[in-house]
């Protein structure tokens, strides 16, 4: 029986069929390439309730996932993150039946785990020796930790301000880091140029290579699984490159055509800082793609992405769905992340709690009616970003008697 039912790859933009037993980048086009499963052999050879008996990690998932051979996967125990009841921030948020999906206790405290272990995974088994990426931090640090797990060598470029943290774990993982003067897109040229005189090596730049998507698709899986195999009513994701959203949505596409969901498919939310926007200022437009963001800045250093390579099925997905994309100011979503943590115990990363800031919009404007089902995707551990939180606690003297603050309180 196969392990997986991958067919070939597509060009997003024409269409157009490519073979994908070699190491692949973008189409001719300059377009990513999708993943392609035969789904009618999917359907006659699993189903839900035979899923359900596997063990709780993304790769339950693997007959539409592209490993070939169960022998090449790399893992670290990734996928089957907990959907949460955050009843303190719904009410409060006036969405009461909202749910949290926490990316933020996978391996590398952050979603860009599924990522890495499917796309290592499939380079090792299509005999890739290195890898390379620009990063905004969290990516590079969850490729460099399984590159080194699969023995694979990896190439990270980041800007000089991105989280410290995700710098520390490319270093502890033996990977060649650099820090550049600049933003993704600079530390991209860097990669592309070191790339071309590296045999061996690919580049996994953001939707440059298939397969980071298709670990990212999971996310949509396991939250249709965890709800009974139902779809909610509204799902919000943190946008910068696009990959999460456009793989849940890819995810969602699957299932239909599987037969494992029906009815109408959740609205999809677009959420950005409002200092690095594009992807909302497009679907303002009416337009199908971005326009170069001019001077990209937030503190929610994720989603700082001036322009994405798949803007075009980022806004493709939320137009399908009959959903939107909104933007918050750095204000809100560090207050959101406060809150949060306040209300219902959770500490998520500023990426995240621009997901929860946009709840308040969203209700106020009337396009979330309060009623709906809502589930909102934290995409990492708070803890990685401890520069978002300020300590104003009173520093006391050290002594036998106990202050009077200790008393009176």
Same mark, same amino acid.
């Given at each position: ?7 070939? %790859? ?34 006659? !050879?699993?189903?839900?309730?035979? #899923?359900?008996?596997? *063990? ?20 670290? =125990?990734? =996928? ?22 926490? *990316? ?23 005999? &890739?020796?290195? &890898?390379?990426?620009? !990063? ?10 399984? $590159? ?7 190439? #990270?470029? @980041? ?7 995700? @710098? ?21 040229? %860097?990669?592309?140029?070191?790339? $071309?005189?590296? *045999? ?8 440059? *290579? ?22 909610? /009513?509204? #799902?919000?994701?943190?946008? =910068? ?6 793989? #849940? ?5 699957? @299932? ?17 800082? +409002? ?37 075009? %099925?980022? %806004? ?5 769905? +009959?959903? !939107?994309?909104?933007? &918050?100011?750095?204000? +809100? ?10 209300? /219902? =115990? ?44 300020? &300590? ?7 002594? /036998?008697?106990?202050? $009077? ?5």
């Amino acid at each position: 029986m196969a392990f997986s039912f991958l067919t070939h %790859l597509e060009c997003s933009r024409t269409g157009e069929r490519f073979a994908a037993d070699e190491v692949s980048g973008t189409s001719p086009a300059g377009a990513p390439l999708l993943a392609r499963y035969d789904l009618d052999r999917v359907r006659e !050879t699993v189903q839900p309730q035979d #899923i359900a008996t596997r *063990e709780a990690t993304l790769w339950r998932y693997h007959e539409v996932l592209p490993v070939h051979s169960p022998e090449h996967i790399v893992s670290l =125990g990734e =996928g089957m993150t907990p959907l949460l009841p955050v009843p303190g921030y719904g009410k409060r948020a006036g969405v009461p039946r909202l749910l949290m999906k926490d *990316e933020g206790l996978v391996p590398t405290g952050s979603f860009k785990a599924r990522g890495a272990a499917v796309g290592v995974s499939r380079a090792a088994e299509l005999g &890739v020796r290195g &890898v390379a990426m620009p !990063t905004n931090g969290n990516a590079g640090a969850a490729w460099a930790l399984y $590159a080194a797990r699969a023995g694979m060598g990896a190439l #990270i470029a @980041m800007p000089a301000d991105a989280p410290a943290i995700t @710098m520390k774990e490319c270093q502890a993982a033996g990977a060649e880091l650099y820090r550049v003067d600049g933003l993704i897109g600079d530390a991209g040229k %860097l990669v592309g140029a070191a790339v $071309a005189g590296r *045999e061996g090596y690919q580049e996994v730049s953001t939707l440059k *290579e298939p397969y980071r998507l298709e670990g990212k698709k999971t996310m949509g899986y396991e939250i249709v699984e965890q709800l009974g195999w139902r779809v909610p /009513d509204v #799902i919000l994701y943190p946008t =910068g490159g696009g990959v999460g959203i456009i793989g #849940i949505y890819k995810a969602l596409r699957e @299932m239909q055509e599987l037969g494992w969901i029906s009815g109408k498919l959740p609205r999809l939310v677009a959420v950005q800082a +409002e200092g690095c926007a594009p992807i909302v200022e497009a679907f303002r437009r009416g337009a199908k793609e971005s326009e170069p963001c001019p001077d990209a800045h937030t503190v929610a250093f994720g989603i700082t992405v001036p322009k994405a390579l798949g803007d075009f %099925l980022v %806004l493709d997905a939320v137009y399908a769905t +009959e959903g !939107t994309a909104v933007s &918050v100011t750095d204000d +809100e979503l560090l207050a959101a992340q406060r809150t949060l943590a306040s209300l /219902d =115990g959770a500490f998520i990363c500023p990426e995240g709690a621009a997901c929860f800031a946009a709840l308040g919009p969203l209700r106020e404007s009337g396009w979330l009616a309060g009623d709906e089902e809502v589930v909102v995707l934290n995409t990492g551990a708070g803890i990685k970003y401890p520069e978002t939180m300020t &300590v104003d606690a009173p520093l006391l003297a050290k002594t /036998d008697a106990i202050p $009077a603050v200790l008393r009176a309180g």
